[in-house]
């Protein structure tokens, strides 16, 4: 291709991007408002809150189950106890914060680091009582609400990321949720690298694939192409 037509197609894909922005920015109040009422009735919003409330129960009820355990004197377990306990605490804290009230995206991904980090030393303080004491009672009778921790905070940490999106990526995340589309290497090695945490990448490229190269992006997913192409987008 000569070097001016070149030229032409950028410069025309670049007239097309700037259009789509004004229209964009032009629906832009119509669109929030929209999405303000639709927020009440969203379903897989609701979906996500009701898998993080009963995370949040079945901790609870199995924490109750097995206070006994948590609550003990016995030495040997103390540490793998008390990691037990400070997750817990965490979780609970963090529904509270992000579920019950608001707070910023840079908040939840500081606590998500941090409760990671407790469940880390959890599982090293569980490997290190097996070592010292295999047969230790709260080996297995806190093993249960061990995996409901993990349950609870993958629940909540889903929920907590699609209540703080702007509109039009939360529906996108939804969008791709529910049909089962998560971006593979060949379409994007920097979206797929990031995803689930940062689903805003998927959202971009998907969406650059949409302007500049619809092909790509119908082939990759046509049920995503017919999402971007319905102008649910914007």
Known sequence: ??????EKTRTQMSDELTALRQ???????????????????????????????SGKTACETEAANVNGILTGTDT???????AMNKVQASLLKFYDDFLVNTNSSIKLENDKI??????KDRNQKRIALQKSDSKNISLTSL???SGMQDAFLSAA???????????????FYDFVIANHIIPTVAFSPYASREWPNKPGEFYADAYSYFIADPKKL?????PLFDWFKAGNYK
Do not use: C, G, W
């Open 1 to 6: 291709m000569p070097a001016d037509a070149d």
């Open 23 to 53: 229209d964009r920015d032009t629906k832009k109040t119509v669109s929030d408002t929209k999405d303000a009422n639709m927020n009440a009735t969203y379903a897989n919003v609701t979906d996500f809150k009701s898998s993080a409330h």
């Open 114 to 119: 941090a409760i990671s980090s407790e469940i």
């Open 218 to 222: 119908e082939t990759f997913s046509k």
């Open 157 to 171: 940490v889903f929920f907590a990321m699609n209540k703080l999106m702007a509109n039009p990526l939360r529906r």
């Open 76 to 82: 040997n377990s103390a540490a793998y106890r008390t």
């Open 143 to 145: 093993q249960v609400l």
